[in-house]
Structure formats: structure tokens, C-alpha cells
């Protein structure tokens, strides 16, 4: 079963409005972390924002907010005010810590959604 | 600066022809892990390394190998690199343990295979 999935293979908005980027994940421990990246066009692995399984308040950085819903399961970005430099394809990310505590760092992605931001 | 590096950055190659991609990081980082990149399948992990002579596979090992002699550098070879291997690559590293840990990213290689 895919243990990251992203719906939508590509999204539209227009310039200044917002858009959200869909996620879902699927585990069975109750430690792990939400992840988003950016890769633009030049190929590069931009982090954007995490998510803690125990963290109470859904996570800002900037124009980047992450809707966490963690009954359903889902992680999904938004970004405020859509920049043309915004325009790139955006992968979500989960890392499971194990029972110990400890993490040994796997991330497992998504397939990724290409968004396109229109002037 | 705190940084991934990759080298090479781009690469053709042809069936059969052994090749070695290097990543080296300043961080101190014991965590380190090769990825690949394929359209619609998001990123997969390749190989990863807790520390120093520790590795281990990840999903998608087949016809890579990995050595970790020292914990700044964590080379990929494709002892007879094959077609289905064409993709690009990242190489990773963050420090050990639970808590937002960012991964930092190398560059990527892009690999052709002929």
C-alpha cells in the first residue's frame, strides 16, 4: 500500500491566490514526521516545512502552511499568495520513527504535484 | 557554508561500464542516504548509513552498492549499470535521532545509461 499519496499530478492557480497541495500517509506509529519540498525546475530538493506527529498547531513557515488533519490522515500544504516562483513540482514526505524513539531518517515520498502558477 | 555535494553532476554512460557518483557532506552528519528520482514514482530510497561502516538497503537496492569508510563521504557504484538505472540521484544526510532533523539534499546527478 502506498504510504504517501498525492492525488493531484498537477495544479493551476493564478497569481496572489491561494492554493492547497493534497497529501495522505498511512502508519501504524505514533511517532513520525510530515515533510514538504519544493523542486524547481533546475532539479534542486528545497525543504519547506515539517510536521511533528505530536505537535499540537499546524505548522507555518511564511506563505507556506501545513493543514494537518491527523484522524484522516492527511498533510496538506498551502500556499498563500501564489508567487510565479512558485510554480514547481512539490513532494510531501513522511519519516516514522520507530517504537525506541530513535529515526533513522528514511523519507518516503510521494509522487509529487506539479503546480503551475499563471500570471 | 553547510552543504550536500555530488559529483558528477550529470553523466552518460553506456550498459555494462562500472561508475562511481561521490557525496560528501560538511555537516558531521551520521545519517547519510542515496535516493532515486523516476516520474510518478516520487523518490526512492536506495541505501542508507547510521555511521561509519554501517549501511544498510533500502527499497530499491538492486545493482547498487554503497560504502561508508568515513563519515563525510558516502559514494554510490553501479558496478554494471544497466538502462533501468537512467534516473536522477540524490544523496542525503541530517544528524541521527526523532524531531524536525532536516534532511539536506545534494544537488542530484542525473544519470543516462545507454
Known amino acids: 500500500a502506498q504510504k504517501i499519496t498525492q492525488t493531484q499530478p498537477g495544479m493551476f492557480v493564478q497569481e496572489k491566490e491561494a492554493v492547497t497541495l493534497d497529501c495522505t500517509y498511512d502508519?501504524?506509529?505514533?511517532?513520525?514526521?510530515l515533510f514538504w519540498y519544493k523542486q524547481p525546475s533546475s532539479g534542486e530538493m528545497i525543504f519547506l516545512i515539517y510536521q511533528g506527529s505530536y505537535d499540537e498547531q499546524n505548522a507555518t513557515e511564511g506563505r507556506y502552511s501545513l493543514n494537518f488533519q491527523k484522524a484522516r490522515k492527511s498533510a496538506n500544504l498551502v500556499i498563500s499568495a501564489s508567487q510565479l516562483g512558485d510554480s514547481a513540482m512539490y513532494f510531501c514526505?513522511?519519516?516514522?520513527?520507530?517504537?525506541?524513539?530513535?529515526?533513522?531518517?528514511?523519507?518516503?515520498f510521494g509522487q509529487g504535484t506539479i503546480l503551475t502558477v499563471h500570471p | 557554508e553547510a552543504q550536500v555535494t555530488q559529483n558528477p553532476r550529470y553523466l552518460i554512460t553506456v550498459t555494462g561500464k562500472k561508475l562511481t557518483v561521490t557525496c560528501s557532506q560538511n555537516m558531521n552528519h551520521e545519517y547519510m542516504s542515496w535516493y532515486r528520482q523516476d516520474p510518478g514514482l516520487g523518490l526512492r530510497q536506495i541505501y542508507y548509513?547510521?555511521?561509519?561502516?554501517?549501511?544498510d538497503k533500502g527499497d530499491v537496492p538492486e545493482g547498487y552498492k554503497v560504502s561508508r569508510k568515513e563519515k563525510r563521504n558516502f559514494p554510490l557504484i553501479l558496478e554494471s549499470p544497466s538502462p533501468n538505472q537512467t534516473s536522477l540521484y540524490f544523496c542525503?544526510?541530517?544528524?541521527?535521532?526523532?524531531?524536525?532533523?532536516?534532511?539536506?539534499f545534494g544537488p542530484g546527478t542525473r544519470l543516462l545509461v545507454l
Open positions: 502508519t501504524s506509529d505514533q511517532s513520525y514526521g
Open positions: 514526505a513522511m519519516r516514522e520513527d520507530n517504537a525506541g524513539g530513535t529515526s533513522y531518517g528514511k523519507l518516503t
Open positions: 542525503a544526510s541530517r544528524l541521527s535521532g526523532t524531531g524536525r532533523g532536516t534532511q539536506y
Open positions: 548509513s547510521m555511521n561509519v561502516e554501517v549501511t
